[in-house]
């Protein structure tokens, strides 16, 4: 099993990533897949999520508003689009999946992680 996650780059503040995680190994249909970010000398977290049967969506204070998170089952990858960037919005950004029928941004549920997209916000 493989989560890729991808599209991290540089922005400047007020500008638009979509971070992109494919998955090899697993139909993500059947997974409640998250976003987690970690910046330096911070604790690792959850953001987003997307459960894995009605679509139904969860964000982190920090992100609501601004985040939208969305699956594509037929390219069976999860998409993170981030609008509005903020400098504090700098980590390196993981998708996870879990195969629970719970919402959660609980690390510990989560079976497989991806390796991380590092999004800089900085002008």
């Known amino acids: 099993v493989q989560l890729q996650a991808s599209g991290g780059g540089l922005v400047q503040p007020g500008g638009s990533l979509r971070l992109s995680c494919a998955a090899n190994g697993i139909h993500l249909a059947d997974y409640a897949v998250a976003w987690f970010r970690q910046a330096p000398g911070m604790e690792r977290e959850g953001i987003a999520v997307i459960a894995k049967s009605d679509g139904s969506t969860y964000y982190g204070d920090s992100v609501r508003g601004r985040f939208t998170v969305s699956k594509d089952n037929a390219k069976n990858t999860v998409y993170l689009q981030m609008n509005s960037l903020k400098p504090e919005d700098t980590a390196v950004y993981y998708c996870?999946?879990?195969?629970?029928?719970?919402?959660?941004?609980?690390?510990?549920?989560?079976?497989?992680w991806g390796q991380g997209t590092l999004v800089t916000v900085s002008s």
């Open positions: 996870a999946a879990h195969h629970y029928r719970i919402l959660t941004l609980q690390s510990h549920y989560y079976d497989y």
